[in-house]
C-alpha cells in the first residue's frame, strides 16, 4: 500500500488538527500513526486494527489525540486535540509489515514497535505554537 498523510500545519497551544492517512484497500490493514520530531528518535503514536478497530494510544496522547477509521474511504484519521509545543513533528502513518490487520503482535500481546511497521508516507508536519 502507498499510504498518503495529511492534514499537518500550524496550530497554537491547545488547539487542534486532524490528520487523513489514505490508500486504496487500507481498511484491510491496522494503520498506526507515529511522529518523529528534530534530533529525535521516531515513536509511535496510536495504532487502529483493521479487524475489530482495537485501538492503542501512547500515554502522553491519551485523552488528547483520538484514532479513528472510514473504512469506505480507505482512511484513517487522527484527531489531535489539547495540543502542546511537543507535539511538534512529522507525523507519519504506516501499516504492519507482518500480521498486517493487526497493532498488537498475535504471539506477545505487545504493541508492535516502530521497527514492524512499513510502507511509510511522506509525513505531514505538525508545529504546535506556545
Known amino acids: 500500500v502507498q499510504l498518503q498523510a495529511s492534514g499537518g500545519g500550524l496550530a497554537q497551544t491547545g488547539g487542534s488538527l486532524k490528520l487523513s492517512c489514505a490508500a486504496s484497500g487500507l481498511n484491510l490493514y491496522a494503520v498506526g500513526w507515529f511522529r518523529q520530531a528534530p534530533g529525535k528518535e521516531r515513536e509511535g503514536v496510536s495504532c487502529i486494527s483493521g479487524l475489530h478497530g482495537t485501538i492503542d494510544y501512547a500515554d502522553f496522547v491519551k485523552g488528547r489525540f483520538t484514532i479513528s477509521r472510514d473504512n469506505a474511504r480507505n482512511t484513517v484519521y487522527l484527531q489531535m486535540n489539547s495540543l502542546k509545543p511537543e507535539d511538534t513533528a512529522v507525523y507519519y502513518c504506516?501499516?504492519?509489515?507482518?500480521?498486517?490487520?493487526?497493532?498488537?503482535?498475535?504471539?506477545?500481546?505487545?504493541?508492535?514497535?516502530?521497527?514492524?511497521?512499513?510502507?511509510w508516507g511522506q509525513g505531514t508536519l505538525v508545529t504546535v505554537s506556545s
Open positions: 504506516a501499516v504492519p509489515r507482518v500480521s498486517s490487520w493487526a497493532c498488537r503482535s498475535p504471539v506477545t500481546g505487545l504493541p508492535k514497535s516502530t521497527a514492524e511497521f512499513d510502507s
